[in-house]
């Protein structure tokens, strides 16, 4: 594997690849992104992974100086995966000076995990759209985990006419339902008993809309009681539409249901489709 910091190498370096897939991470890589890694190679030529902790997606008092950077081990797993070339950069590098130009993406980044995290989203898109520009991919594998930023992601890819194809990565979950994420090495061995609540409260709201209760105010009410009950400080648990995230207006659109709460330190979310 190729690893390169700058953005003139990596541009060289990709040169004459053929058709490029691209998965963006911030490292501290679990078997969630090397499951990406591995689709990766039904979509193209050659694999391009990116490691990089995105201080601009990061609120001022979230955890970007803690999140977890294991860059020896990450390089390792790439290779495993088959991972042909690692775009690594420091903020010089991909920042050589304050990024003032910002993709502020519509509406839908102010709803649930925006209301939560203002500018999260314009810091993910500043950043994906600035990958994109360097790796120039053909496709992009994003985790379905992030369900809004999957969303809003493809919805900038379009509306940009940017020339790759956002592909959803389906989340890989512990045996007991958790879903992997970084975060959770935060959690104390008695929080990782409890975390796959989070997963069973919104399956329970899925099996429950899937046999015709359609009172979803109570249903997502009711979830984050027996959350909040168990010691979690939640957000929001919501059941969406599929396609915008917006509160459902009746018939048989496709559905979503999402939550976010926190678990001691560490704030998990997750999603189920209905
Ligand atoms: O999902 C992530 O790891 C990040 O938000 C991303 C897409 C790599 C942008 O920093």
């Known amino acids: 594997m190729q690893i390169h910091a700058s953005i003139p190498d990596t541009r060289a370096a990709l040169r004459n690849s053929g058709r490029i897939v691209f998965v963006p991470t911030m490292g501290n890589l679990h078997d969630g992104h090397i499951s990406l890694m591995?689709?990766?190679?039904?979509?193209?030529?050659?694999?391009?992974?990116?490691?990089?902790?995105?201080?601009?997606?990061?609120?001022?008092?979230?955890?970007?100086?803690?999140?977890?950077r294991t860059f020896a081990a990450d390089c390792d797993k790439l290779r495993a995966a088959g991972v042909a070339h690692l775009f690594a950069p420091t903020e010089a590098d991909l920042y050589p000076e304050p990024q003032q130009y910002l993709v502020d993406p519509p509406d839908i980044q102010n709803l649930l995990e925006g209301e939560f995290r203002p500018g999260h989203f314009r810091g993910v898109?500043?950043?994906?759209?600035?990958?994109?520009?360097?790796v120039q991919p053909q496709v992009a594998i994003l985790?379905?985990?992030?369900?809004?930023?999957?969303?809003?992601?493809?919805?900038?890819?379009?509306?940009?006419?940017?020339?790759?194809?956002i592909v959803g990565g389906e989340t890989v979950r512990a045996?007991?339902?958790?879903?992997?994420?970084?975060?959770?090495?935060y959690l104390t061995p008695a929080e990782r008993a409890e975390a796959p609540r989070l997963h069973r409260v919104l399956e329970g709201i899925r099996d429950?809309?899937?046999?015709?209760?359609r009172e979803f105010a109570r249903l997502e009410r009711d979830a984050a009681d027996e959350l909040d009950r168990n010691g979690w400080k939640t957000d929001y648990v919501a059941v969406r539409r599929q396609a915008d995230l917006q509160a459902p207006s009746g018939g048989d659109e496709a559905l979503v249901v999402l939550g976010a709460s926190r678990l001691g330190q560490p704030r998990l979310i997750d999603n189920v489709e209905i």
């Open 175 to 185: 045996d007991d339902g958790l879903a992997l994420s970084s975060r959770n090495a």
């Open 208 to 213: 429950a809309i899937r046999g015709g209760d």
């Open 38 to 68: 591995r689709q990766a190679h039904a979509h193209g030529d050659t694999v391009v992974a990116s490691i990089f902790v995105n201080r601009l997606q990061f609120g001022p008092h979230e955890d970007f100086d803690k999140y977890p």
């Open 125 to 134: 898109a500043t950043v994906v759209l600035k990958l994109f520009n360097i």
């Open 143 to 165: 985790g379905k985990k992030d369900y809004q930023q999957l969303m809003i992601l493809r919805n900038m890819t379009r509306q940009l006419a940017l020339p790759v194809e």
